[in-house]
Nanobody
Framework: QVRVVESGGGLVQPGGSLRLSCVVS????????MGWHRQAPGKQREMVAV????????NYRDSVRGRFTASIHKVNNTAFLQMDSLTTEDTATYYC???????????WGQGTQVTVSS
């Protein structure tokens, strides 16, 4: 059974940093991509960053480009999201997902809360 588990959320002041981690386990198949998404109260879930496992190419949401850095550790099926210069607009529940080969089926984690507040 595939599991996706996020960690690293918390409370941080504006301008601060947080690093999220995501581990995918339980799959013998390869992973095509791992992504970070977020959902703020009353808003739709939105893509933050998606990384292709084969070459590490990452597509970022415009509002986080230059502040957030996504990375992957292919051997351990782990993804990271380094978030710097956080603002109150970044407050949300952050979710990790993985597209598992060959079907590209998406598995989602339960989410980790990020709160940016003074």
């Amino acid at each position: 059974q595939v599991r996706v588990v996020e960690s690293g959320g918390g409370l941080v002041q504006p301008g601060g940093s947080l690093r999220l981690s995501c581990v995918v386990s339980g799959s013998d198949a390869g992973i095509y991509a791992m992504g970070w998404h977020r959902q703020a109260p009353g808003k739709q879930r939105e893509m933050v960053a998606v990384t292709l496992m084969n070459d590490g190419y990452t597509n970022y949401r415009d509002s986080v480009r230059g502040r957030f850095t996504a990375s992957i550790h292919k051997v351990n099926n782990t993804a990271f999201l380094q978030m710097d210069s956080l603002t109150t607009e970044d407050t949300a529940t952050y979710y990790c997902n993985a597209n598992i080969l060959p079907t590209m089926y998406e598995y989602w984690g339960q989410g980790t809360q990020v709160t940016v507040s003074s």
